[in-house]
């Protein structure tokens, strides 16, 4: 049971970008750069990502990837569920209606068994977690806004575009 | 992001077994038949749980799958962690630590980021919660049980071993 690495480099290009956001879009080039990712590869993960209305991209020479919103209006949950889906890790086939086990059932069948209620109660637990914290709260440490800061004007400084 | 259908089995597996306690262990064969399951499959899928101290299998005409530990002391945490190990659905591979970005960075990277500390935080949420129930609980039908019992003392009458 995994999520896909796209998470990890959505939300840090999330973060990242918030710490940037007063330097315009960052091309997609400069940010494989940033995180050693392959460029088009990133690019396409980044994609749902612009379609869920978290980020946006602007074409052009001076165009680029930046916060579609304010980063204290995009949750962790947010940007799992638009790179994940709605995540329901367990699966239920309902596989007590099978068999000779299931034969003679009343209503009961007509609720969720109590194995699927618990399941569902903890993957509610486990999104509320994630709703509960902001891409703003992942920027809230100045030493790393900082150095963000500070190696994107070098990297701007250094390579000609 | 998906667990495996083995946790549906499972689960439903050690509360049918919880209800049969007092018939003696069920062989993998009506087992399999219980929810139309591929036998030699769930025999597999049932190991990991024998392994964990959950399940105990007998050998023998008489032999089967019978609970390993009283159904209260057998929490839906154990199984899926049976089956599907320490489950850390995000992985974080620390891109924060590679490419343009990571320069200079000081003892920032001691600690983990942001990032893995949220999805961490979600995941502890999502087993505290699976911790919390146990297969007694998931037991606490009485028409289920019921239905059960009725359903194999037919079986056993009708089926020749």
Redesign the interface.
Known sequence: ?????S???G??CC??LGWLADRGPVSIR?LA?????PQEYLKKRLQPLARAGILGSSPGVHGGWSLARSPDEIT?MDVVTAL?GA?E?????E??R????A????P?FDRP???TT??R???L??????AA?TIA??M??P??AE??R??YE??IASVVE
Chains 1, 2 share one sequence.
Do not use: K, Y
Request: hydrophobic share 40%; net charge positive; proline share 2%.
């Open positions: 049971m995994r999520m896909g690495e998470v990890e480099w939300l840090h973060v990242t400069r750069a940033w995180f050693d990712l962790v994940e995540v890790p367990f699966r239920c086939a596989i007590r099978r068999g000779v086990g034969r003679g059932a009343g009961e068994c109590g194995v618990v399941m109660r903890a993957e637990a486990w999104r509320r977690e994630l914290h709260e992942l809230a440490s030493e790393s150095r963000t500070r190696n070098r990297m």
